[in-house]
Nanobody
Framework: QVQLVESGGGLVQPEGSLRLSCETS????????MGWYRQAPGKQRELVAT???????DYADSVRGRFSISRDNAKNTGYLQMNNLKPEDTAVYYC????????????WGQGTQVTVSS
């Protein structure tokens, strides 16, 4: 059974930093992409950042230059380093993992709350 468990969320003041972690386990092979998404109250879930198996990264315009996505294959864990946080970054952050070959699988974590407020 594949599991994704996020951690690292919390309350932080504006201009502060947090690092989210996404620990994966289970029968995972041929990872295609890991991504971080977020959903604020009353809004649709949006893409924040992605990293491919080749370590190519991409970011939403709203976080580019402030957030950094990475992955430690030895620890089966992905990270989202968030710097210079703004109140508009407040949301539940979800980790997504896509893997497989001829058949592809898409899994989500349960989410971790990030609140940016003074």
């Amino acid at each position: 059974q594949v599991q994704l468990v996020e951690s690292g969320g919390g309350l932080v003041q504006p201009e502060g930093s947090l690092r989210l972690s996404c620990e994966t386990s289970g029968n995972i092979y041929n990872i295609l992409m890991m991504g971080w998404y977020r959903q604020a109250p009353g809004k649709q879930r949006e893409l924040v950042a992605t990293i491919t198996s080749d370590s190519d990264t991409d970011y939403a315009d709203s976080v580019r230059g402030r957030f950094s996505i990475s992955r430690d294959n030895a620890k089966n864990t992905g990270y989202l380093q968030m710097n210079n946080l703004k109140p508009e970054d407040t949301a539940v952050y979800y980790c997504n993992l896509r893997f497989g070959t001829t058949r592809q699988y898409d899994y989500w974590g349960q989410g971790t709350q990030v609140t940016v407020s003074s």
